[in-house]
């Protein structure tokens, strides 16, 4: 299985990033895909989820409204769609797949050590400048 993200950079306050998850090796309805986030000397922060068979979301309130998970089960991707970003939102973006949704759940939203994801990619930075 591998992961892999793109479409991070540098964006100032009120813009706009989507970036994208390539997965391969995995079939997508088997996993629960999941973005979190981690910036300097601060632990992961999950983002969201997504489920793979049936799309179904869940975001964290840090996010919500302005940002958006979707998934083309076609092309094997999955995207993250990051609006009004603020400075806050600074950080590496991963992301992370996993069978086990209540495994996802609690590296993503509940402090769980992200050691016990099945999968997750080597990120893609996101700088929001004031």
């Known amino acids: 299985v591998q992961l892999v993200e793109s479409g991070g950079g540098l ?74 970003l603020k400075p806050e939102d600074t950080a590496v973006y991963y992301c992370a797949a996993d069978r086990d949704s209540v495994e996802l759940m609690a590296v993503m939203f509940d402090g769980a050590d992200k050691r016990y994801l099945e999968h997750w990619g080597q990120g893609t930075p996101v700088t929001v400048s004031s």
């Open 11 to 84: 964006v100032q306050a009120g813009g706009s990033l989507r970036l994208s998850c390539a997965a391969s090796g995995l079939s997508f309805d088997e996993y629960h895909i999941g973005w979190f986030r981690q910036a300097p000397g601060k632990e992961h922060e999950g983002v969201s989820c997504i489920s793979g068979s049936d799309g179904q979301t869940i975001y964290a309130d840090s996010v919500k409204g302005r940002f958006t998970t979707s998934s083309d089960k076609a092309r094997n991707m999955v995207y993250l769609q990051m609006n009004h």
